[in-house]
C-alpha cells in the first residue's frame, strides 16, 4: 500500500517520539507523485534546512494544492527560519 512519512511526533506514554505515516489511496495520483519531493523536503526540516524544506513543500502544494501535510511544513518552515535563536546574558 503506498504511503508517505509525515514525520515523528511525541505522544502522551511514550518516551521516545514515533514516526507517522500517511496512507495513500490508490485514486490520489498528485501525492503518489510528489510522495518523493514531500519527503525529502521532509528530510531537510528535520536536519534544519528550513529554506531546502519551504522551497519543497512549495514545489509540493504548486503541484497539488490540496496536501494539507506540505502546507503545514511550509508555515513550519518559514516560521523556523525567521525565529532567531534567543541570546543568554
Known sequence: M????LGKVKVKGKS?????????????????RTRAP???????????????AEAGFA???EADSSDRAALFYL????????VKPAVSD
Open 2 to 5: 503506498p504511503h508517505r512519512c
Open 16 to 32: 521516545r517520539a514515533i514516526t507517522v505515516y500517511e496512507i495513500i489511496d490508490a485514486p490520489d495520483a498528485a501525492r503518489v
Open 38 to 52: 514531500f519527503e525529502k523536503a521532509l528530510a531537510a526540516f528535520q536536519r534544519g534546512r528550513y529554506r531546502e
Open 59 to 61: 514545489a509540493v502544494l
Open 75 to 82: 508555515s513550519r518552515a518559514r516560521s523556523s527560519r525567521t
